[in-house]
């Protein structure tokens, strides 16, 4: 598998389930920190299915929370980005 370059603003990322089935590098959950506040969540999407941290019903903005969120979604995700 190819490793891309991450986009601007990602500390971490997370490989669904569809992008592992695919071999498809894109298919991520990517969490982002708040540049305002050095340990704060500042947001986190799904390329698949375009899930968001903030739409997760999780409380909690610090990164161990958006990790677990994360992890936990991209276990399970097994949707497709839609073509451009």
């Not at 590098?25 to 506040?37: H, K, N, R």
């Not at 903005?61 to 451009?84: I, M, N, S, V, Y």
Request: hydrophobic share 35%.
């Amino acid at each position: 598998m190819t490793q891309n370059a991450w986009p601007a603003g990602v500390i971490a990322r997370y490989l669904t389930d569809a992008g592992k089935a695919l071999a498809d590098p894109t298919i991520t959950v990517d969490l982002s920190e708040d540049p305002e506040c050095s340990g704060v969540l500042g947001g986190g999407v799904c390329r698949g299915c375009e899930s968001t941290f903030d739409a997760s019903g999780y409380v909690g903005r610090d990164l161990r929370t958006g990790r677990h969120w994360a992890q936990e979604h991209a276990e399970t995700c097994r949707a497709l980005p839609k073509p451009a």
